[in-house]
Structures are given as C-alpha cells and as structure tokens.
C-alpha cells in the first residue's frame, strides 16, 4: 500500500523526531548538540518554524513546532538533516546511512493534546533513564520552561501561555507538570501516535478533517479486513 503524504495544517503544532540508523549514537559530545541546534535554530527561521520545544538524546531528537507554511517542517528537518549528517561523517569519518529513514512527524491539536506532547518531550531523558529529573538533562527545552535558562529563539506556545498570567506562574505551573509523569494511558497514546504518525485530534476533529481531506485519519488493524458473509 502506497504511504500516506505527510498531514501538515499550517499553524497547527507538529511532533518531529529522527533516530540513528539501527539505533546508533547520532550525538556523541556536547559539540554535536551544540551544532545540531543551532542549525536547526538557523533552518527554523529560514523556513518559518517557530519551535516549541526539543530533546536531544544520544541516538535521537524530538522537536514539537508549528509551521507557518504546508512545507515549514519538512524543508527544516530535509535541511538540517543532509547538513548533520555530511558534518557527522566528516568529523568521525565514517560513511554510510546516519538517519533510520525519514524524519517521522504527528499533527497535533493544540486544545486537548500540546500539553501532554511537550510533557512527552522534556520527560524523555528520565523516562530513557539518563537523568532523575527532567532538569538535570542539559539538552532539552524543560529548564527553559521551568525558568532556569532561557533559550532567546524558543516561540512558547499559546497553551503554555495559558498555564498562568506571569512568567513566573508559567514557570511553576510547568515545573509541576514535569515532575507530574504522563499517566501510562496518556504516555501509550501520544508515544503511538508519534511513532506511527497518525494525528493526535479529537474524535470530532478527526472526523471532520477526514471528511474533508478524503483520507484515513486513524490507526489501522493490522491484517487484512474481514470479508462479509453474504447471506
């Protein structure tokens, strides 16, 4: 079956990811992920991609942003990922496939679902085990939103804004949220979607786009559907 073209609205917040070819180390030192986000700082402006918030582990980076055009995104992942890989082989001299295929991506509806996707972000390195505490990993956007750093090029989402009426209700609002673990159904839910790509929408949503858009817009059984008895 021929693979579904990407679902881009523009304006609406998207998950982006990509992973090391086979699981391999895609960052190896903080010089990696220093260049690594500062192209894609660089790549976001050039194409109109205001980034929400970002993780960057060993072997993969998560981003969730919104694009201003239908090809924001994919110019910026295309972009900076021929960049990173032809600097990665140059510097480790090595040769070879860097990516595990193309750069995976989710629609998002903002209302019920950007809260928990950018959780789903800044969580990564605890849930992966690298840290106890979203904080103590350096190469994510959750010390931005908790007040610790700030990172000048990160455009904080309306729901976000939402969380309070300062910046300082805003930063311990988030705090709590981080220390607050996704549930393990919402954890199931966003982590399947992002990895297969299906819009994460309201039931209502979901409808009224596919009608609109004469395409499925939910996860499919695998196999084959069943045949009807005629009888």
């Not at 960049?83 to 140059?90: E, F, L, V, W």
Request: glycine residues 6%; positive net charge.
């Amino acid at each position: 079956m021929a693979r579904l073209p990407r679902l881009v609205l523009p304006g609406y917040p998207m998950y982006a990811s990509v992973r090391g070819h086979q699981g391999q180390a895609i960052f190896l030192d903080d010089a990696d992920r220093r260049t690594y986000l500062e192209w894609l700082r660089d790549a976001a402006r050039e194409h109109e991609l205001a980034i929400h918030a970002y993780v960057l582990t060993q072997n993969q980076a998560q981003i969730l942003a919104t694009p201003k055009h239908t090809q924001s995104l994919a110019k910026v992942m295309q972009s900076l990922g021929r960049r990173y890989a032809h600097y990665s082989h140059h510097r480790y001299q090595t040769t070879g496939t860097l990516w595990e295929g193309r750069f995976r991506s989710c629609l998002i509806e903002a209302e019920q679902f950007f809260i928990k996707a950018q959780q789903f972000i800044e969580q990564a390195p605890v849930v992966q085990h690298l840290v106890q505490k979203p904080g103590d990993w350096a190469w994510s956007t959750a010390n931005h939103h908790t007040g610790q750093e700030t990172i000048p090029w990160i455009n904080d989402h309306p729901q976000y804004w939402a969380l309070g009426n300062t910046p300082f209700e805003r930063q311990l609002a988030w705090t709590s949220l981080l220390a607050d673990h996704l549930s393990s159904v919402d954890l199931d839910k966003v982590s399947k979607h992002f990895n297969y790509g299906w819009p994460l929408l309201s039931e209502e949503l979901l409808a009224s786009l596919g009608s609109q858009l004469n395409r499925p817009m939910v996860i499919r059984k695998a196999g084959r559907p069943k045949k009807q008895v005629v009888k």
